[in-house]
């Protein structure tokens, strides 16, 4: 029986309110308007950026569907939808591509105008929702939605994969190995040869790890105050592996003392003030590149010497590993199919979708890397 164009009853995962625990109930789900796609969601990651918003470090409209790193099957399309079809495997995009405003036109940017990471008004692009609970409307997240059996997206969000891919591991190409492998392979440009120091070891920086040794950086240097981070990061491509609790002194003095002036490149992917500027301190001081690739929380203002950046120092952030997201996830898949990108070693847990309180309390207390909820 066809369910095209008739409201679905599913389970998800709503958050009526922040810090308390997801809430598994039944939801209906529109069906998708013109130039809209409704997926069956098969895979979804647990990102760190999905907690961010229940803590209130990230400030998003309750009751919400969290959940933006995924993997499925178009279910139905809207009208006008020509690029997908329905039983295309699929990963949404937080970030979506239009091909239209002045950041898609560039070749030197990829944070489309059509995204919700700004603005956090937790609504479909025409300012409407897609989700209703017992009677009341539930937001959307960044345009994605995931923790539901089923979600719709817009057209400009979604990107389709290859039909042999396995989408409880390509569902990390939504999010999070995206994120990091991009930031050091396509914002920084890592150059064969450089050191690199990545500041935390989540599934993120792991990615960024990751990213340096295909770029072929000759020194990988991993530092997170969770030692048991170390033996993967090691299998990853870190050369070496720092925990800022063995000393005494600031770890921007030990990264400097550790390479004699500095590392080439750095990246911050734990989202905290005081790592932004110790890894901008730790950067060669003339053309050293740092990179802010966690996200910031909300309300917090830095404060750092200018004379770190009047040396020549560049200081930049990176949104979703820098990719253009309909081009370039399509291209990721097919990499990690032909064996060139390595995603298990990410993948710590998989759970059924209704232990998501159990796969949160895993990133919180840092037992899990990447921990995958199965429909």
Request: with cysteine.
């Amino acid at each position: 029986m066809s369910t095209a164009g008739k409201v679905i009853k599913c389970k998800a995962a709503v958050m009526w309110e922040a810090n308390k625990p997801f809430s598994i109930e039944e939801v209906e789900v529109a069906p998708p308007k013109a130039h809209e796609v409704r997926i069956k969601i098969v895979a979804t990651g647990i990102c760190r950026s999905d907690d961010h918003v229940i803590t209130g470090g990230l400030v998003m409209p309750f009751p919400i569907i969290l959940g933006h790193e995924a993997a499925g099957v178009v279910e139905s399309v809207g009208q006008g939808v020509t690029s997908i079809k329905p039983g295309d495997k699929v990963i949404p995009l937080f970030l979506p591509q239009c091909g239209e405003c002045n950041t898609c036109l560039s070749t030197k940017s990829n944070l489309c105008s059509k995204n919700d990471t700004g603005s956090n008004v937790g609504l479909m692009p025409d300012g409407t929702t897609r989700f209703t609970c017992k009677g009341k409307a539930i937001h959307h997240f960044l345009g994605t939605s995931t923790f539901t059996e089923y979600t719709v997206v817009h057209e400009t969000a979604v990107a389709k994969i290859d039909s042999a891919a396995p989408l409880e591991k390509v569902c990390l190409m939504g999010c999070g190995f995206s994120t990091g492998y991009g930031a050091a392979l396509q914002t920084a440009k890592v150059e064969p040869g450089s050191t690199c120091a990545i500041f935390g070891l989540g599934g993120v920086g792991l990615s960024v790890v990751m990213g340096c040794k295909a770029a072929g950086a000759s020194r990988i240097i991993a530092i997170d105050i969770n030692s048991n981070k170390f033996a993967t990061a090691k299998e990853l491509g870190a050369t070496d592996c720092v925990n800022p609790k063995d000393f005494e002194k600031p770890i921007h003095e030990v990264l400097i003392e550790m390479t004699g002036h500095g590392v080439d490149y750095s990246f911050e992917v734990i989202g905290r003030t005081e790592t932004m500027t110790a890894a901008l301190a730790c950067c060669q001081h003339n053309y050293g590149v740092c990179v802010i690739v966690g996200v910031p929380p909300a309300a917090q203002k830095i404060t750092f010497d200018p004379m770190l950046l009047f040396t020549g120092r560049t200081w930049k952030g990176s949104i979703f590993g820098g990719w253009k997201s309909k081009d370039s996830v399509p291209k990721l898949v097919a990499d990690y199919m032909k064996k060139k990108i390595v995603l298990d070693p990410l993948i710590t847990h998989t759970l059924p979708f209704t232990k998501i309180n159990e796969g949160f309390d895993l990133l919180r207390t840092g037992k899990s890397i990447r921990s995958v909820l199965v429909f």
